[in-house]
């Protein structure tokens, strides 16, 4: 299917609009950016944990051939996703690692929306489990000295 430029603007700004809703949606762990992808190596669009750069979630922007990202009027007319995660290495090196890609018509922008907003909750869900499984410092505190067994020892 051939869009117009004008359907491929629409996508385009539909795409910006859903993640965006996606960030506001998972707030408090997800945040996220516009990116050079020359400058940073994520992509046009990307969504990190809010305190940290590991596991992201990537768009870059395809344009048709002779269109490069530092035109002023392009489009795009598709995008490609990956969901990586930045991963020690045998060497003690760091490398990004994908564990999920693929690429997505414009006029298919809505399937993107559900991948991305699929990886949102997904990384929500497990920071939660991770923070409830975390103890509370002040909480194992109180605990450790309600449950003490008495003692004849001077303190």
Do not use: C
């Not at 992201?56 to 530092?70: K, M, T």
């Not at 003690?92 to 690429?103: F, L």
Request: charge should be negative; hydrophobic fraction near 40%.
């Amino acid at each position: 299917m051939v869009l117009s430029e004008e359907e491929l603007a629409r996508n385009m700004m539909a795409l910006d609009d859903g993640l965006h809703r996606i960030e506001k949606q998972f707030d408090e762990h997800v945040v996220f950016f516009d990116e050079d992808p020359l400058t940073f190596g994520g992509g046009h669009f990307v969504l990190y944990p809010v305190d940290g750069s590991s596991p992201r979630f990537a768009i870059e922007e395809q344009y048709p051939l002779g269109v490069d990202w530092s035109d002023e009027g392009r489009v795009p007319t598709s995008w490609t996703w990956v969901a990586e995660a930045y991963l020690p290495q045998p060497d003690g090196s760091y490398m990004w690692v994908p564990h999920g890609e693929g690429e997505v018509a414009s006029a298919d922008y809505a399937i993107l929306l559900q991948i991305a907003e699929g990886w949102a909750e997904a990384l929500s869900a497990a920071l939660e489990r991770e923070q409830s499984l975390a103890p509370d410092p002040v909480r194992v505190a109180d605990t450790a000295s309600a449950t003490r067994p008495p003692t004849d020892r001077s303190m």
